[in-house]
């Protein structure tokens, strides 16, 4: 079965510093890689995804994510964070041929962004 | 377009009542509907999920259950309420094909005292 490692409970950034999230995930073939985004008391919106092709992906808000399969890592990326980007992250794997049923989430990073 | 509608947002609840939670989604047809609780510092976890109507799923074993009695309604039941139901439930939708998204509902706060 597949898994996913957010090690980072909470960040902190200052506006407008760049940002990176970590996600590790441990699957025994190529995976779908998502990273989802979860505003205070609300649900979650899809930030970007990966299942194949280009392994630097475009979401949106300004958000990037890398697979590197040799690191088993997708992390999220931000060159510029801005204060609305304080929120909940979380990165998700899912499995090949399956659909959401199969989607395994992490225990999320909470972004915090100071003035 | 296409929304889901999630309620009650909060609920407090005493532990042996039972337990109702509605989902309902607007603008599609035939969605796969899920249920989520997110309880603190343990992201998200499957409940159940159902590929249409009466068909449901159980991804772990739990005082709750599911029911899908119209094809955009989906419902999260409890006869009996313990304190460890207490949590974050999420409802959700996407569409049939292997590569949809997930689209959340708001949420509903649970408390059981």
């Known amino acids: 079965a597949q898994s996913v490692t957010q090690p980072d409970i909470h960040i902190t950034v200052s506006e407008g510093a760049s940002l990176e999230l970590r996600c590790n995930y441990s699957?025994?073939?190529?995976?779908?890689l998502f990273w989802y985004v979860q505003s205070p008391g609300q649900g979650l919106q899809l930030l970007l995804k990966?299942?194949?092709?280009?392994?630097l992906v475009q979401g949106i808000k300004g958000f990037e994510a890398e697979f590197k399969r040799s690191q088993s890592s997708f992390n999220l990326r931000k060159p510029s964070v801005h204060w609305s980007d304080a929120a909940e992250y979380f990165c998700a794997v899912g499995e090949l041929n399956f659909g959401n049923e199969k989607l395994t989430f992490g225990t999320g990073t909470r972004l915090t962004i100071i003035p | 377009s296409q929304t889901i509608h999630q309620w009650p947002a909060t609920l407090v609840q005493p532990v042996g009542s039972p337990l109702s939670l509605e989902c309902t989604v607007e603008g599609t047809s035939n969605p796969n509907l899920y249920w989520y609780r997110q309880a603190a510092g343990r992201g998200l976890q499957l409940l159940f999920y159902?590929?249409?109507?009466?068909?449901i799923s159980s991804e772990v074993p739990q005082n709750l259950s599911a029911s899908r009695p119209q094809d955009r309604q989906f419902i999260l039941s409890s006869k009996k309420l313990l304190l460890s139901d207490s949590g974050f439930y999420l409802c959700?939708?996407?569409?049939?094909?292997?590569?949809?998204?997930?689209?959340f509902g708001s949420g509903t706060q649970l408390s059981v005292l």
């Open positions: 699957y025994g073939a190529t995976p779908y």
């Open positions: 990966y299942f194949s092709g280009d392994t």
């Open positions: 159902s590929v249409g109507i009466g068909q």
């Open positions: 959700a939708w996407s569409g049939r094909g292997r590569e949809e998204k997930l689209f």
